[in-house]
């Protein structure tokens, strides 16, 4: 006898994987002149997705990912709630997601969610329309992957191009390749193969459903804005932030982690004044807790990107804007 297949809750929100081009060979106008398919009309064009799980389709939206924010998070988190809540005999959730925003949503919800359930945000580099889209193999390796056991309890994942991503790690690093989302310092957590799904590693941090925020009752979060290191950079665009009333500022400061002098006057004044600043780098690698951050009550941001340190510090300042227990989230999670 075969095996029931898993039942997975697919929740749409647009993005390339559902886009369709003027043409197959159109890979380029697509988001601006093409159309985006609702989540049930995505997975009939790849009707294989239905030979590995029963299909629960849910639009949640047709938009590029340039479009989602802060609270579209938060109604995608409650809608996974809710569906869990619901329906029981759901195995797992698939996200079909624009690549822009994918890996900022994806760790959102790793911090946030409560359901025991695997999340699987997956994306595309190519429209579904064109000419060799990788939108097919993607959803069904997703699929495979929110309907295994051994995805549970290793957070939410992103899944492209074959392999297996933890939220919290992974990053685009290209426009347009395949290979565009990487783990650059860790690695991919497994790979999807023609055999079956293959973890290799989990992760550490703390991650979904046991975070501190898994239980929060999140509805507005707090403006934190981020500010780019370049050579010659004046303090002009974080006395902005400061006046446009950001409660915090990330600082994607040069490697390993450090502002133009006029950059750091202002940041220090604005953390003087109470905004939370957290320095993290424009490259890749941790930023550790030396003392100049120490003495001057600035938050070493660790290995996260700028932003995907704006989403913990927007969701830590929820609950505090203590320096040490900001300085805390950052190590834990």
Not at 82 to 107: K, N, Q, S
Not at 125 to 144: E, H, I, K, W
Request: hydrophobic share 45%.
């Amino acid at each position: 006898m075969t095996a029931p297949l898993p039942r997975i809750a697919v929740i749409g929100t647009g993005g390339t994987i559902s886009s369709l081009g003027a043409s197959s060979l159109d890979v380029l106008d697509y988001p601006d002149f093409g159309q985006k398919l609702t989540c049930e009309a995505l997975l009939d064009r790849f009707p294989e997705t239905r030979r590995v799980a029963e299909l629960m389709p849910v639009t949640f939206r047709q938009v590029g990912s340039t479009e989602i924010g802060p609270k579209d998070w938060v109604e995608i988190r409650a809608l996974i709630h809710r569906i869990a809540h619901d329906e029981p005999a759901v195995d797992g959730f698939v996200i079909p997601h624009g690549t822009a925003t994918l890996e900022e949503t994806a760790f959102f919800l790793n911090l946030t969610l409560a359901c025991a359930q695997p999340v699987v945000l997956v994306g595309a580099q190519r429209p579904a329309s064109a000419l060799g889209t990788d939108a097919g193999m993607n959803l069904v390796n997703s699929l495979r992957v929110a309907g295994s056991p051994e995805a549970r309890g290793n957070g939410v994942l992103v899944v492209l191009n074959d392999e297996i991503h933890a939220a919290r790690d992974v990053v685009k690093t290209s426009t347009y390749r395949l290979q565009t989302f990487r783990s650059v310092d860790f690695g991919a957590l497994g790979h999807v193969d023609g055999d079956g799904v293959h973890f290799y590693r989990t992760p550490l941090r703390a991650h979904m459903p046991t975070t501190r925020f898994a239980r929060m009752d999140l509805t507005l979060l707090p403006r934190v804005d981020i500010v780019y290191s370049y050579a010659g950079a004046d303090g002009a665009l974080v006395d902005a932030a400061v006046a446009a009333g950001a409660r915090g500022i990330v600082s994607a400061g040069f490697a390993p982690g450090s502002p133009t002098p006029e950059q750091r006057a202002a940041l220090e004044r604005a953390a003087r004044s109470g905004v939370a600043v957290v320095q993290c780098s424009r490259a890749s690698g941790r930023v550790a807790p030396r003392r100049r951050l120490r003495e001057t009550g600035i938050i070493a941001g660790e290995d996260l990107s700028p932003q995907k340190a704006r989403i913990l510090l927007m969701l830590t300042l929820c609950t505090t804007s203590e320096f040490g227990a900001i300085q805390e989230a950052f190590r834990s999670h």
